[in-house]
T-cell receptor, first 108, second 116 residues
Framework: AQKITQTQPGMFVQEKEAVTLDCTYD???????LFWYKQPSSGEMIFLIY??????QNATEGRYSLNFQKARKSANLVISASQLGDSAMYFC?????FGTGTSLTVIP | DSGVTQTPKHLITATGQRVTLRCSPR?????VYWYQQSLDQGLQFLIQ???????AKGNILERFSAQQFPDLHSELNLSSLELGDSALYFC???????????????FGPGTRLTVL
């Protein structure tokens, strides 16, 4: 079975600064994918970024990047140049298993 | 817009009743997943269908059932509703085989169910 752990219930970041949201996982599968989703207060779940376990490079998607450390089983999301619209819940997921989420608040 | 549609957006009903939630996946996607998101349980995987067949089951109660139709839309049926069933129910879809661990799931806007 898979397990996803997000240990930061809430985070604050100053506008235009970078922030890292932590995610650790546990799996016995040799091949897997890690996903990050954003859930704004309006409720929808928005796919942000994907990292495959065999990918040689860390995934990047615009201002989002993944700090993937396979040996440590961590896949931290880095948001650069934070914007007010980044305030939301962020979920790390693998194979349909979701972490408990991190609430990010961007301060003007 | 993810391309996944869910109806209705909001649903208010009473305990003991039965409701049906509907989901249409993105064009071309064969897999449909159902999730329940509540304040105390977080986001929980309920069930997955692939091309009309059930492929994986999560924490789905016996009072709940789902199916995927030949046109690939899916319905989640919730019966004998209890107060604790109040939650946001998401449908997600993905294109490839359900065995692929790298398949991205795209979520619909959700149905907010309130049981009074």
């Amino acid at each position: 079975a898979q397990k996803i752990t997000q240990t930061q219930p809430g985070m604050f970041v100053q506008e235009k600064e970078a922030v890292t949201l932590d995610c650790t996982y546990d799996t016995s599968d040799p091949s897997y994918g890690l996903f990050w989703y954003k859930q704004p207060s309006s409720g929808e779940m928005i796919f942000l970024i994907y990292q495959g376990s065999y990918d040689q490079q860390n995934a990047t998607e615009g201002r989002y990047s993944l700090n993937f450390q396979k040996a440590r089983k961590s896949a931290n999301l880095v948001i650069s140049a934070s914007q007010l619209g980044d305030s939301a819940m962020y979920f790390c997921a693998m194979r349909g298993y979701f972490g408990t989420g991190t609430s990010l608040t961007v301060i003007p | 817009d993810s391309g996944v549609t869910q109806t209705p957006k909001h649903l208010i009903t009473a305990t003991g009743q039965r409701v049906t939630l509907r989901c249409s996946p993105r064009s071309g996607d064969l897999s449909v997943y159902w999730y329940q998101q509540s304040l105390d349980q977080g986001l929980q995987f309920l069930i997955q269908y692939y091309n009309g067949e059930e492929r994986a089951k999560g924490n789905i109660l016996e009072r709940f059932s789902a199916q995927q139709f030949p046109d690939l839309h899916s319905e989640l049926n919730l019966s004998s509703l209890e107060l604790g069933d109040s939650a946001l129910y998401f449908c997600a879809s993905s294109p490839r085989s359900p065995l692929s661990p790298t398949d991205t799931q795209y979520f619909g806007p959700g149905t907010r169910l309130t049981v009074l």
